[in-house]
DNA sequence: TGTACATCAGTGAACGCGCGTTCACTGATGTAC
DNA sequence: TGTACATCAGTGAACGCGCGTTCACTGATGTAC
């Protein structure tokens, strides 16, 4: 009977097996991510994150300080992922090629249109981009850039010339991610071609 | 003795003279902008804006139909300050000229630097940017982009050549204002001249 | 010019609600013997 | 292997709070006579 009992409850809550959850916390941040997703980062609430989750409203403090720390790790976590994607995209290509850039520019705003709300968190004002875990991750992102651009330049290592070059190509792909998301273009009746945007405006900023 | 009293509560309350407001409007108007700057568009709260104007909270709803509408009189002033701004930094260039682009680009950085609240509400994401007044007055500031860049490649008109470079141009200008605003730039340790990234990276990119 | 009255901008109090966080408690788990 | 116990993840109820909006009301203003 007892076990029955117990089977029924663990088909039911599909995670949940008795009073501990075993992974609460990654429970959390992935209703956390969801909602920031679905409602966008300000809009999100602790309560709201819970009840996702199927868990009491005091249950993710044994796991976080308060709200912010819930989406410092949803922040935390997309950085990761951001960071993965460039790496990712830029494999498939000669490194220093126009195609290499090209795709780590596509990448960037694929991971944008792909999850709007996680990238406005990452990306927008907070107190969060001065964690050091948050910054040492940009910096890595950064990086992958940086290498790109002075590959395609022809030097061995980067150089003052790379860093002023490689600013000016992540402020277009920033600017052109957030008229994406933000529905400028189209409400602009303006029509885009991601692809050869980003390829031959990369092209133009690193002329000279 | 009456008109002491009146004399007294004038000077108290400044604008307010007695039951009736004068101009209940445009008062919650400008606490609504001053409260979207100092907290941002989502920390805004009608509440707010009542106590920083001096009214009832019941006293908005005479003027706005809800909240949302108090938002978008303060994004359609601002999308107004937004154009008259480039509209009087081009004025002192000669039309076409590079230092013309490169003034206009400074403008819309410097608007998003000087009101980054407003900035947000205008260009975030929302229901706002598909109001007609919204997008009109996008339109026009845009325009005057697409002149520039026309009399720039030394066409008379508008035409396809120009949309297609002013798009990046706009990209790029406005990466450029999210990322100073949103202070991921200094959070990476990168040093800016704006003026000069403005202006190089704008020649380059309507290169070609 | 003086009075009666309609209008409607602004009031003050209340509404129902969901929020972030805290608290004393519960009970599943792992460990020592 | 079996039992006693410490640990601590998760609970459920409550807290104080500020929110957006509605309501019947008040009183200043402008107009008709």
Redesign the pocket.
């Known amino acids: 009977l007892e076990i029955t009992e117990r089977h029924a409850q663990k088909n039911a809550l599909a995670k ?10 990654a ?1 959390v941040v992935e209703a956390t991510r969801a909602l920031v997703e679905e409602k966008g980062p300000d809009r ?8 996702a989750a ?15 720390e ?1 989406l410092l790790a949803v922040a935390q976590e997309g950085m990761v992922r951001h960071h993965d994607a460039m790496a990712a995209a830029q494999r498939h290509h000669t490194p220093g090629s126009l195609d290499a850039l090209t795709a780590l520019g596509l990448s960037y705003i694929n991971f944008a249109k792909a999850e709007p709300g996680v990238f406005r968190l990452m990306f927008g004002l907070s107190q969060r981009e001065k964690k050091p875990q948050i910054v040492e991750q940009g910096m890595a992102s950064y990086g992958i850039l940086l290498a790109q651009i002075a590959a395609y330049s022809e030097r061995a290592e980067v150089d003052d010339c790379a860093m002023e070059h490689a600013f000016p190509v992540w402020t277009f792909v920033h600017g052109l991610a957030f008229l994406l998301i933000d529905e400028k273009a189209s409400a602009m009746n303006i029509q885009i071609d991601p692809e050869e945007l980003v390829r031959e405006n990369t092209r133009r900023l690193l002329s000279d």
């Open positions: 949940r097996v008795g009073y501990h959850h075993g992974d609460l916390r429970g999100f609430s602790v309560s709201d994150a819970c009840r199927g868990v009491s409203t005091a249950a993710p403090y044994r796991h976080f300080h308060d709200r912010e819930m």
